[in-house]
Each structure stands twice: as C-alpha cells, then as structure tokens.
C-alpha cells in the first residue's frame, strides 16, 4: 500500500473529473431548458389573452378590476398564477381568465363571491394527526413517483409482496 495516495493513478478511480467546460455545458443546457420553458408559458398567456379578448374586448381594460378581485379569492389567484407559469397548463388560461372577467363583473358584496372565499366547512371535523410539513413532504414525495401504468403494476405488485394489500381497515 502506497503511503502517498496523491498519485496520478488513483486521481480517476471512483469518478470521473469535470472539466469547466464540462461544467460550464451543463448549466448552459440548463439554463436553455428554462428559458424554452419560460418562453411556452408566455406564449400560453398571450394566445389566451388573445382568446378571451375575442370575447370580451374590454377584457385589457378590465385587468385592474379583476387584479383587485383576485386578491379577494386567493384560490383562484393560486389557480391562474400556477397555469400562467406552467406550459402544460396553458389550455385551461382562456377558461380561467373568462373566470376572472365574469368575477370582475360581479358586484363586490355577492354572497357567492364570499362564500367562494371562504375555506368550505368540513361536516364533521377531525383532528388531523399530520402538520402542513409533513403533507408538504408527503406532496413532495408523491410527486416523485411515476404512475405510468406500467409503474403503477410495478407499484402494486411491490405491495403485493410486502402483504400491504390484505390490511383491513
């Protein structure tokens, strides 16, 4: 055994260096993806505008009113912010735009408009054993998992085996 592990031989043994070029390839490629990916979701904003515009010609005129009612129904806010942002969103923005016009259009003290803003009333409320962290992880994790069918066959088969499918409830 050598006392000196510094040698040149052992420099590539478990894992390959990087260059900056390399480096610098990588990031570059990333970057691009997030730009292809902003450039989608742009152009996913700018045809619905054009579709609801169509429409409603006073739909750009309106825009004021219906940021204002936005901030009153922050669910739908949170809805058209995240097709906005995604790409594969995109062809639901016409339909939630016309939403957000028609909400504009409403008088301020609608009923409906308060009750949509309020948190729904579950008939018999539980305690919930699990915290806003532990489902944010719980999302997080779900996420990460493929339910293409054949995964999902794969999933099943894997519980299959570990007997978790013969659990009463």
Same mark, same amino acid.
């Given at each position: 055994?050598? $006392? $000196?592990?510094?040698?040149?031989?052992?420099?590539? =043994?478990?894992?390959?260096?990087? /260059?900056?070029?390399?480096?610098?390839?990588?990031?570059?490629? #990333? %970057?691009?993806?997030? $730009?292809?990916?902003?450039?989608? !979701?742009?152009?996913?904003?700018? !045809?619905?505008?054009?579709?609801? /515009?169509?429409?409603?010609?006073?739909?750009?005129?309106?825009?004021?009113?219906? #940021?204002?009612?936005? !901030?009153?129904?922050? &669910?739908?806010? $949170?809805? =058209?912010?995240?097709?906005?942002?995604?790409?594969?969103?995109?062809?639901?923005?016409?339909? &939630?735009?016309?939403?957000?016009?028609?909400?504009?259009?409403?008088?301020?003290?609608? /009923?409906? /408009?308060?009750?949509? +803003?309020?948190? +729904?009333?579950?008939?018999?409320?539980?305690?919930?054993? @699990? *915290?806003? *962290?532990?489902?944010?992880?719980?999302? @997080?994790?779900?996420?990460?998992?493929? #339910?293409?069918?054949?995964?999902?066959? !794969? %999933? @099943?088969?894997?519980?299959?085996?570990?007997?978790? &499918? *013969?659990?009463?409830?």
């Amino acid at each position: 055994m050598p $006392d $000196d592990y510094s040698n040149e031989n052992f420099d590539d =043994i478990f894992e390959p260096r990087l /260059t900056r070029a390399d480096v610098r390839d990588e990031a570059s490629k #990333l %970057l691009r993806d997030i $730009d292809l990916f902003n450039r989608q !979701a742009i152009a996913g904003q700018q !045809a619905a505008i054009r579709e609801v /515009t169509v429409a409603h010609p006073d739909f750009e005129q309106k825009r004021s009113q219906m #940021l204002e009612r936005l !901030a009153e129904l922050p &669910l739908l806010r $949170d809805a =058209i912010g995240a097709a906005e942002a995604n790409p594969s969103l995109a062809p639901s923005l016409p339909a &939630l735009y016309e939403i957000a016009y028609r909400v504009a259009q409403a008088p301020a003290n609608n /009923t409906a /408009t308060a009750a949509a +803003s309020e948190p +729904s009333k579950v008939e018999s409320e539980r305690p919930s054993s @699990l *915290d806003e *962290d532990a489902m944010y992880a719980g999302a @997080l994790a779900s996420q990460k998992i493929s #339910l293409s069918p054949e995964n999902r066959k !794969a %999933l @099943l088969s894997e519980l299959e085996a570990k007997g978790v &499918l *013969d659990i009463e409830f």
